[in-house]
């Protein structure tokens, strides 16, 4: 996990940029013998209620390359969670993933490890050099994960199963493009420790 620390402080300002932790826990502690009575109150306080019985752990997902029969579930997942079916360009996807030449594109889905087990997600990425000036890196086109499984970690295993990958391939570093709205795939990118890119995106219409 990426952190991060607010430099808002007055105590911060001397230092340009995010404050080390170091400084910053210092800080804290200051703050804490400067003012008791405000961070500890004497009344005594009611006991915290009992934590929550933990979640039910997801069973294991086996990650394992796409193939021709996934397909199916492949585009249903995908048209359920973009509204839009789009058969032959997962069609094509796969088909120059399973090419012998260069460094074809990534093609990962999870399933559980029972037999005759359905499709709970899928990622989609390519090694990639020099378009528009960049050095090599991975990007991620596409991931989704079945909505009946989502939350419990499987979209994470899928992202790193793909880094891993792009690590063999000899780059260090992962790339991808989110819709500027889509708060659901940034909050995903950003708790992977995803941040903003040195590249911008031009776009305009040519009427067609
Ligand atoms: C984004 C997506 C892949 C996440 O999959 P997931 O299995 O639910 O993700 P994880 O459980 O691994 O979550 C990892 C982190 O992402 C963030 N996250 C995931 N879902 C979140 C949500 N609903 N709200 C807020 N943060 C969320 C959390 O920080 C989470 O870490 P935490 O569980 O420790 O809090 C999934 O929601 C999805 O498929 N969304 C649709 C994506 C899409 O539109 N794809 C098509 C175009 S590419």
Known sequence: ??????????????????????????????????????????????????????AP???????????????????????????MAKEDYWRDQLARCVKRRGAPPLFLVATSTEAG??????????????????????????????PSVRQSGLGAELLEAMALRFR??????VRTMVARDDRLLLLFFRAAGMTTGPYLELAKDIGN
């Open 1 to 54: 996990m990426v952190l991060s620390y607010e430099n808002t402080d007055s105590q911060s300002s001397v230092f340009p940029g995010p404050v080390p932790r170091m400084l910053k826990d210092t800080v804290v502690q200051r703050e804490a013998s400067q003012q008791p009575s405000q961070r500890w109150p004497s009344q005594p306080v009611e006991a915290e209620p009992p934590a929550p019985a933990p």
């Open 57 to 83: 752990a997801r069973r294991r997902a086996l990650i394992r390359p796409a193939r021709a029969a996934d397909l199916p579930a492949i585009i249903r997942l995908d048209a359920e969670v973009t509204g």
């Open 117 to 146: 087990a359905p499709l709970l997600g899928f990622v989609l990425g390519e090694v990639r050099a020099w378009e528009f000036g960049s050095e090599p890196c991975g990007w991620v086109y596409a991931i989704a994960v079945n």
């Open 168 to 173: 063999d391939r000899g780059v260090g570093k």
